[in-house]
């Protein structure tokens, strides 16, 4: 009897033109997470029109978890997993602990997490991707075009490559869970598919920088880095993130700047 009034209800609504109520949305939640630091000896790298030249600056890697119900998005990865515990290396790179020894801290396994996305190939974002071989893979197509053939990032992804898991190369932005609350976003420039990432929490929309930016001066000029595969795209990428910032009202995180990150809870707590 339950069943046929439920279908009779469907059925009568929509007769009438009416909708159901929506499904109740599960709550999201947003871990920022430790993937290393970085000693830059010169951030003139970072600018094609010589500022900074001679600074110093050490940079964060950071990752972060969303969680929407019982599904699971990763971006990120952070360094090398092999660095986790030992001193710098002979570049300044250090990583306390491994991705998959901090989610283990709050009831995560590699196994539960069902995508993860990448902001872009470098080896601060990806170096730890190899942990996490049944996630699907969410990488910008000009991206995973270069991944296919460019030897340091074929090695990283060797799992994906082979037909060993699921990969995804976007050509367009991708709503991640299919509510409109996590959305990665195409901003080509700093590589040939670079990506970032808007979460919409309950207190507020989150702006996930990838490598837009690398740190606050930058941002604040629209800087753009020596290395960065394509000057007018990530000009025009810049202007996009601000736009977007500005009409969400969304909190920006660069993933590289240590003040921004201090924005979010310190893990295990997370941001809702």
């Not at 469907?10 to 630091?37: H, I, N, V, Y």
Request: hydrophobic share 40%; charged share 25%; with cysteine.
């Amino acid at each position: 009897m339950m069943k046929r009034a439920i279908v009779a209800t469907a059925a009568f609504l929509a007769f009438t033109g009416m909708q159901a109520p929506p499904a109740e949305k599960p709550p999201l939640s947003l871990w920022r997470l430790d993937c290393g630091t970085l000693d830059i000896d010169d951030l003139g790298v970072f600018s094609d029109t010589g500022l900074y030249s001679g600074q110093k600056k050490t940079l964060v890697a950071s990752c972060y978890l969303i969680r929407n119900g019982d599904r699971l998005l990763l971006w990120d990865t952070g360094v090398d997993g092999a660095l986790a515990g030992k001193p710098k290396d002979a570049e300044g790179t250090f990583l306390k602990e491994k991705l998959v020894t901090q989610l283990e801290r709050i009831g995560v396994s590699p196994a539960d997490v069902t995508y993860v996305g990448i902001s872009h190939y470098h080896f601060d974002h990806t170096g730890q991707v190899a942990d996490f071989p049944n996630a699907t893979l969410l990488t910008g197509k000009g991206d995973w075009d270069v991944i296919n053939v460019w030897p340091p990032a074929k090695e990283r992804f060797a799992h994906w490559l082979s037909g060993g898991g699921k990969v995804e190369p976007l050509e367009r932005d991708k709503d991640v869970f299919g509510d409109g609350r996590v959305t990665i976003l195409q901003m080509p420039g700093h590589t040939e598919g670079h990506q970032v990432l808007l979460v919409h929490l309950a207190s507020g929309p989150v702006l996930i920088s990838g490598d837009q930016y690398h740190f606050t001066e930058n941002r604040e000029v629209g800087g753009v880095p020596s290395f960065n595969v394509d000057r007018a795209d990530t000009l025009a990428s810049h202007d996009r993130f601000e736009k977007l910032a500005k009409n969400v009202g969304a909190k920006v995180i660069i993933q590289h700047e240590p003040d921004d990150i201090a924005k979010l809870p310190a893990f295990p707590e997370a941001a809702r």
